[in-house]
């Protein structure tokens, strides 16, 4: 039987196990959950490059006890250069995916630290930004080992990096690095140490800023150092849904936050009692279906959206929406899905506190362009958007629709559960998976983060839009998904592809739960 990680000082839960004891030595310190997030999200941005970095994008929300959770939206815009006229200019009939065109839009991971930080302010504990980014600047200096999962992505991806500025030779000197190598980081280290002597405004403001818009325009990306300046991130009203054991949160559009709450919603409704049979997995993936739909349909950059997501987990409409699933057969698919590269990570404090983050740089290494004398590799994010007419068109200013959605319950039994994952199309789907495991069937949380797990649609550039299973999933509940009409594909009994899951749970006489992926190089570090 797996059992969570417990403790009552604090505790952080990341996919890398460097990142989660960077987090924990700040709560040592005396620090709270959200100056811990800020260290663990430096520092995985250096142990963990292919996942995540700070030339990406985040999303946080934050829960004090007695007080509504805060979002905050770090997600940066198309340049101003970024128009149809840019591309077609230069060849393309669709957004490329990789390389200085594919560096577009304004990375916003920086400034949602500073966002973050000045929301907690009046319970700071005073640490300072060095003490903060002190082991991420460490381990960028000393270097780092090569996980298995980078490895082997940079071997999977090679042909599409290994040209792209700056990319061999920032990670791959001398050819794809064997796991275990160490690989040293020293531009990194410096543009991190820069932040903590000047302040973490100069990534937009300062001499960094200068750094890198004069680094991305040499390499032929569209962003200028104007973009860079005009960027702020944004505390925003988290989404909200109403089920049967409480209320769970998360982001607005341009996320698919609101998918994960639809999912979870409809669910609630299907009355189904008992977990990982037929009735779960298909319920779920139905219910992911009618989900994307309306995703798929509407979610852009809220500015330029015609309809209110937030009456999509109205009562009535999700009433409304589950008579659509046949709890006997399976609906039509595909619909267009969206690849992803992302961690998720969750911290508590002793004082009940408990952030749920997510960062990104969208495929694994992003654009594959290193700013020059920086080290920091830059988001792909504006691939999300399209040449073609549709809801996600390119527009110089607008914000890219984003898979990244981390969730946070406040539950009626008192706890509060921060819980996500990296994944692209599937984080919806696994949160749902390791929300309904713990929530409504009562598994033990690191049980229902191992379980096997299953994906509905693609992630990390696979082209095939069928249900994958987990080999570890009964057989019998196989055959009676394929019976139902599901197109069945079964992988690993341990995928990657279907994330690195993780949470986090202070329950109402402080007890601190938490979980990580088996899938993924994490632990759980608790005091």
């Known amino acids: 039987m797996l059992y969570s990680k417990t403790c009552l000082g604090g505790m952080v839960s990341a996919p890398h196990h460097l990142a989660a004891q960077a987090g924990a030595q700040i709560l040592r310190q005396g620090g709270n959950a959200v100056e811990a997030m800020v260290a663990a999200a430096a520092t995985i941005a250096v142990v963990y490059p292919h996942m995540n970095g700070i030339g990406g994008d985040g999303f946080w929300l934050i829960s004090e006890p007695g007080r509504a959770p805060v979002a905050i939206r770090a997600c940066g815009p198309a340049a101003a250069l970024a128009n149809k006229a840019f591309y077609a200019e230069r060849g393309y009939r669709a957004m490329p995916t990789r390389g200085p065109h594919a560096a577009l839009t304004v990375a916003g991971a920086v400034a949602g630290w500073a966002a973050a930080l000045e929301h907690a302010q009046r319970f700071a504990s005073g640490l300072p930004l060095p003490v903060l980014l002190a082991d991420a600047i460490g381990h960028a200096q000393a270097g780092i080992p090569v996980t298995r999962s980078q490895h082997e992505l940079t071997r999977d991806k090679w042909s ?278 713990h929530v409504l069937f009562g598994q033990n949380l690191q049980a229902a983060v191992s379980a096997p797990r299953w994906l509905l649609g693609r992630t990390w550039g696979d082209v095939s839009t069928n249900l994958k299973l987990e080999g570890r999933i009964p057989e019998a509940t196989i055959q009676a998904l394929r019976r139902a009409g599901h197109e069945v594909q079964v992988v690993d009994d341990y995928a990657d592809m279907m994330g690195h899951a993780g949470a986090v749970c202070v329950h109402p006489d402080g007890l601190i739960e938490g979980a990580t992926d088996p899938r993924a190089d994490g632990v759980c570090a608790g005091l």
């Open 160 to 437: 599409e990096l290994k040209d792209q500025p700056g990319f061999a030779a920032t990670y791959a000197a001398d050819g794809v690095p064997p796991q275990g190598k160490v690989l040293k980081q020293s531009a990194l280290a410096a543009s991190l140490s820069r932040l903590a002597e000047a302040g973490l405004d100069d990534f937009y403001r300062g001499d960094l800023a200068q750094s890198l818009a004069a680094g991305l325009q040499a390499a032929g990306s569209p962003l200028r150092r104007s973009d860079l300046e005009a960027f702020r991130a944004q505390v925003v009203q988290p989404l909200m849904v109403q089920l049967s054991s409480g209320r769970v949160y998360n982001l607005p559009p341009p996320t698919q936050g609101v998918s994960a709450l639809m999912i979870i919603g409809l669910f609630d409704r299907l009355g189904v009692t008992q977990a990982d049979g037929f009735a779960h997995l298909h319920g779920l993936v139905e219910a992911t279906k009618r989900a994307f739909i309306l995703r798929n349909q509407h979610v852009t950059d809220p500015a330029h959206m015609r309809v209110d997501a937030a009456q999509w987990l109205l009562a009535g409409a999700l009433d409304q929406e589950v008579r659509h699933i046949d709890m006997q057969r399976a609906a039509p698919w595909p619909h267009p899905a969206r690849p992803g590269d992302t961690i998720w990570m969750g911290a508590a404090d002793a004082q009940g506190r408990v952030v749920s983050y997510i960062q990104s740089i969208f495929w694994e290494f992003g654009s594959g362009v290193v700013v020059p004398d920086t080290g920091i590799v830059w988001q792909n994010r504006g691939a999300s958007f399209t040449l073609d007419e549709g809801v996600n068109q390119l527009q110089p200013g607008k914000l890219p629709f984003h898979t990244l959605n981390p969730s946070l319950a406040q539950l009626d039994d008192g706890r509060t559960l921060a819980f996500g994952t990296m994944g692209g199309e599937g984080q919806p789907q696994t949160q749902a998976a390791v929300f309904t495991r």
